[in-house]
C-alpha cells in the first residue's frame, strides 16, 4: 500500500528521488479515491524497486495541492526527476496507468 507523505517529506521522496514517483492525490472521504487504493497497489506491486508510488491527503496538504493545481481526488501526478510529466484526474483503469509509465 502506497506511503502517506506530507509537505516536509515531498521535497525528499519525490523531488529529489532517484527513480519516478506517481502521487496520489487523495482524500478520505472521497469513494473514488478509495475505488484508485486497489489499482494503485497493484501498479506499486508491478513496479517494485523501480517506481515509487506515494499519497497526498488533500485535506492536510492543502499547500501541495494548491501548488500541484489539484482540483479534484484522486488526481495521480507523475514525476521524474522531480518534474511532472503527466496528470490524470478521476477513476482511471490500470492499463490506462501502466501505458503512460513503460519508460521505467
Not at 491527503?57 to 481526488?73: D, F, I, P
Not at 490500470?94 to 503512460?100: C, G, S, V
Request: aromatic content about 10%; overall charge negative.
Amino acid at each position: 500500500m502506497a506511503a502517506r507523505i506530507n509537505e516536509q517529506q515531498f521535497e525528499e521522496k519525490v523531488l529529489k528521488a532517484d527513480k519516478p514517483v506517481l502521487v496520489d492525490f487523495y482524500s478520505d472521504t472521497c469513494i473514488p479515491c478509495k475505488r484508485m487504493a486497489g489499482v494503485l497497489g497493484e501498479i506499486e506491486d508491478d513496479y517494485e524497486g523501480k517506481l515509487d508510488v506515494f499519497k497526498i491527503n488533500v485535506n492536510y496538504e492543502q499547500g501541495l495541492a494548491g501548488k500541484y493545481e489539484v482540483m479534484s481526488a484522486p488526481t495521480l501526478i507523475y514525476f521524474i526527476h522531480g518534474e511532472q510529466q503527466w496528470r490524470l484526474t478521476g477513476v482511471v483503469k490500470r492499463e490506462e496507468i501502466t501505458k503512460l509509465v513503460t519508460d521505467i
